[in-house]
Nanobody, 115 residues
Framework: QVQLVESGGGLVQAGGSLRLSCAAS????????PGWYRQAPGKERELVAQ???????NYADSVKGRFTISRDNVKKTVYLQMNSLKPEDTGVYYC?????????WGQGTQVTVSS
């Protein structure tokens, strides 16, 4: 069984920063492509960022230049540094990783950006 635990969410004013962390219960990020998703109230869950084992990143257009995803395979942790936050970044942020046919999700961490 794999567990992903997100942390670092909270309430921040527009223009502020937060750093999210996703810790895995075992070394599942190595060799795979973990990612961050978010879900705003009344909207579908959407991809925010992904990172390959080689460090290649992919971002949603809405966060390019503001968010940075990174990984530490030794610490079994994936990070999402979020700068210049906007009210539209508000939502529950989830960590995700696919291993073969299985997809694992964390419980999510709430991010609220006030205007």
């Amino acid at each position: 069984q794999v567990q992903l635990v997100e942390s670092g969410g909270g309430l921040v004013q527009a223009g502020g920063s937060l750093r999210l962390s996703c810790a895995a219960s075992r070394s599942i990020f190595s060799g795979n492509m973990p990612g961050w998703y978010r879900q705003a109230p009344g909207k579908e869950r959407e991809l925010v960022a992904q990172i390959t084992n080689g460090g290649i990143t992919n971002y949603a257009d809405s966060v390019k230049g503001r968010f940075t995803i990174s990984r530490d395979n030794v610490k079994k942790t994936v990070y999402l540094q979020m700068n210049s936050l906007k009210p539209e970044d508000t939502g529950v942020y989830y960590c995700n990783v696919r291993i073969g046919a299985n997809v694992f999700w964390g419980q999510g961490t709430q991010v609220t950006v006030s205007s």
